[in-house]
């Protein structure tokens, strides 16, 4: 059973950044999938950015440019680098890998 903790998530104002953090316990971490999504009030949960083992990765349209997402396979650990934030990405932040959720993390945007 693959268990998962995530941390980073806060309050920015507009245009600032944060960056999440999950840790994996299992080992076959390395040829997960691993990705990050998230999910706003009254919203469907949607992927934000993924990352495959080879790495490739892959992005929603809005945070490309603007959002990060990296792994070390070593720590077992994925992360979100997020810059120039706007009040729209505000949301809860899931972390998955392979088929498993992080119990989420709350990202708010605002001045």
């Known amino acids: 059973q693959v268990q998962l903790v995530e941390s980073g998530g806060g309050l920015v104002q507009p245009g600032g950044s944060l960056r999440l953090s999950c840790a994996a316990t299992?080992?076959?971490?390395?040829?997960?999938?691993v990705g990050w999504y998230r999910q706003a009030p009254g919203k469907e949960r949607e992927l934000v950015a993924s990352?495959?083992?080879?790495?490739?990765?892959n992005y929603a349209d809005s945070v490309k440019g603007r959002f990060t997402i990296s792994r070390d396979n070593a720590k077992k650990t994925v992360d979100l680098q997020m810059n120039s934030l706007k009040p729209e990405d505000t949301a809860v932040y899931y972390c998955?890998?392979?088929?498993?959720w992080g119990q989420g993390t709350q990202v708010t945007v605002s001045s």
């Open positions: 998955k890998v392979h088929t498993t």
């Open positions: 299992t080992m076959f971490f390395s040829v997960y999938y």
């Open positions: 990352i495959s083992s080879g790495p490739t990765t």
